[in-house]
Nanobody, 131 residues
């Protein structure tokens, strides 16, 4: 069982930056590092969209083409946190951003791309980018 709580969303002008954080609470100690972690986002009237994923060690990451070079995912297993650094934000980045945890291996194909492979989700945090 994992509980995820996101923070760091808000309103920012185009070209600005935000840093999202996700704190994971696990039932047993030292299990956070067992999970592949990811960020997804959902804009009004649109489907939930993959943003970025990170392996258990943090050694491997992948970002969607739409955010590549602007967003970076990282994790701190000692603190049970995963972060999303978002730079050069654009109005089209406006969405609710969700943190997700999946018990599958990051290296098992491209499972990290698909939302249905993640068992645990946070409540989401709103990011609004004004033009």
């Amino acid at each position: 069982q994992v509980q995820l709580v996101e923070s760091g969303g808000g309103l920012v002008q185009a070209g600005g930056s935000l840093r999202l954080s996700c704190l994971a609470s696990t039932r047993t100690f030292d299990t956070f590092k067992m999970y592949t972690m990811a960020w997804f986002r959902q804009a009004p009237g649109k489907e939930r969209q993959f943003v970025a994923a990170i392996s258990w060690s943090g050694g491997s990451t992948y970002a969607a083409d739409s955010v590549k070079g602007r967003f970076a995912i990282s994790r701190d297993n000692a603190q049970n946190t995963v972060a999303l650094q978002m730079d050069s934000l654009q109005p089209e980045d406006t969405a609710v951003y969700y943190c997700a945890a999946g018990s599958f291996s990051y290296y098992s194909g491209n499972k990290y791309l698909d939302s249905w492979n993640y068992e645990y989700w946070g409540q989401g945090t709103q990011v609004t980018v004004s033009s």
